[in-house]
């Protein structure tokens, strides 16, 4: 192959690598947190661009492939930290677990580029929402298959910005589609027609539009107040008898013991030993103090027996109650939690006190405390939206309040915890809930149902977050959808639309 040729196939590759790993940081800036929805719409516009030039559909789907890795590996690269820093697996492996995972979730984006140059149509306007079909139906199914791990979708950069309007109607993933159709629409605008400029303005102004009217898609239930306890207890001593356990045993114990809020939440596995395993006396002071006064609260922990199985737990404690509330969590960790299959000569070179947890089951019953109906999830669960509202099926029993309990130390103090954050206040967005947090190391925060935080406490420091949630009801369009069909409707309609191009064109061969 002839120098010049290279060159003209490497740069363009290039700048796919850099608009992935600009996607990457729309999600939260490396800088200070926040997410960056104009890069968002900038990084895949640019993908969107260079495949309009694309010479084949197979120059397409490396291009997809070389933007989505590094979109991925950019995105959850602190997963290095787990398995290197605190799993003790070499560097160069960490370092290969990683970018191997981004290159095989990577396929799903590369198959959707190759796709839309075989079965693009000749009208621009056509050419955008099949490319829209095809990003989404690559988001769903990195969000579904094998557990599915939507962490860092594009729609997550629209938790601000002109698009969040759409989060109570669509969701996160036809938030990701409306952004592709722009990525598309944007570029072409000195060539497309003028309905197609006006529908493009007309899909950023929509929602603030009607956001002015002041609608109203949840009414207040109450207010609460809550103390959201951050241990800080440092990863590595975690699990360790003789430094971590009973430095987590005595701050967490004085601080329940000392909280006067009517509600105490402590973080995933505060109490990272067994009931039957705590020190003698411990459990029972526990359930005095709470089932005896006037308090309730919500403890992250292990809870089961060898016979019976274990399950990350949060258990509930409220007054004049003997028997113990409990959620065991329902979408567990692949390797963290449950060993995949044919990987436990993976798992067996890590030092990570590896769990194989019982599956809960989903939309578990809530916590019923001062008129409000708490929803606990554990961890990662925020990420599936379509679980959470499983609980919006029968909305007279539908959550008032989200509370998250999470330890997402394992990834160090890194930009993790901000994307964490932003995956519940999509949450919030969608369901027109309020979340409150308690975690170990961060984002420790009460965020209200238009997925605006009121209040965070600084990360990786030990302290007590004393606030005040206001719980809703109501349900948005999306929690009625979602309750009752899951992401089919999405699933469907991203069919439909690649589904009728495959048909033209078959039409316009056969002539």
């Known amino acids: 192959m002839k120098p010049e040729v290279k060159r003209a196939q490497f740069w363009p590759l290039c700048l796919s690598l850099l608009a992935g790993l600009a996607q990457a940081a729309s999600i939260a800036a490396p800088w200070n947190g926040q997410p960056l929805w104009w890069l968002q719409l900038l990084a895949l516009g640019v993908l969107a661009w260079q495949l309009e030039s694309s010479p084949s559909w197979q120059r397409a789907a490396i291009q997809g492939w070389v933007f989505a ?42 198959a959707a580029c190759a796709l839309y140059i075989r079965f693009a149509p000749a009208h621009r306007a056509g050419r955008a929402l099949l490319f829209a079909a095809l990003w989404l139906l690559a988001e769903l199914a990195r969000g579904r298959w094998l557990t599915g791990f939507g962490w860092g979708g594009g729609g997550y950069a ?12 669509l969701g996160v993933y036809g938030i990701s589609a409306i952004a592709a159709w722009l990525a598309m629409t944007v570029p072409q605008a000195w060539a497309c027609g003028p309905w197609q400029r006006v529908a493009a303005l007309a899909v950023l102004a929509l929602p603030s539009v009607y956001q002015a009217g002041e609608p109203v898609m949840s009414t207040s239930t109450g207010r609460l107040q809550v103390a959201l306890l951050q241990g800080n207890i440092p990863q590595d001593e975690k699990f360790q008898p003789g430094t971590g356990v009973p430095m987590a045993l005595r701050w967490y114990g004085e601080q329940l013991g000392a909280s006067r809020a009517p509600l105490v939440v402590a973080p995933e596995t505060a109490l990272p030993l067994l009931p039957q395993q705590l020190p003698e006396g411990y459990w029972a002071a526990l359930t005095k103090r709470f089932t005896s006064g006037g308090q309730a609260a919500l403890i992250g922990m292990p809870w089961g027996s060898y016979r019976a199985g274990y399950t990350n737990a949060v258990v509930g404690f409220i007054p004049g109650q003997a028997d113990v509330w409990r959620y065991d969590k329902f979408h567990l960790v692949p390797f963290g939690e449950f060993i995949p299959t044919g990987f436990k000569w993976f798992t067996a070179m890590m030092n990570i006190p590896l769990g194989d947890f019982k599956r809960g089951d989903i939309g578990q019953p809530a916590f019923e405390w001062q008129g409000q109906r708490l929803a606990p999830n554990v961890c990662y669960e925020d990420l599936f939206g379509e679980e959470l509202g499983a609980r919006f099926a029968d909305p007279a029993h539908a959550p008032t309040v989200f509370v998250n309990l999470s330890n997402i130390a394992w990834f160090g103090n890194t930009v993790a915890i901000d994307q964490h954050l932003h995956i519940s206040r999509m949450r919030s967005l969608e369901f027109a809930r309020p979340f409150v947090r308690a975690t170990n190391t961060g984002a420790t925060a009460i965020i209200d149902h238009q997925g605006r935080v009121t209040a965070m406490l600084p990360r990786h420091t030990q302290g007590v977050l004393t606030g005040e949630v206001e719980g809703r009801q109501g349900l948005t369009p999306y929690a009625w959808w979602v309750s009752r069909f899951g992401l089919w409707p999405l699933w469907l309609l991203g069919l439909l639309v690649p589904g009728a191009a495959w048909m033209l064109r078959r039409q316009l061969s056969n002539k």
């Open 69 to 110: 890795k590094a979109w991925l590996a950019g995105t959850f690269w602190w997963m290095f930290i787990s398995m290197h820093t605190y799993g003790g697996l070499p560097a160069p492996l960490a370092t290969l677990a990683v970018l191997g995972l981004a290159a095989v979730l990577a396929l799903y984006y590369a």
């Open 158 to 169: 629209h938790v601000d910005g002109p698009l969040a309007g759409y989060a109570p109607w």
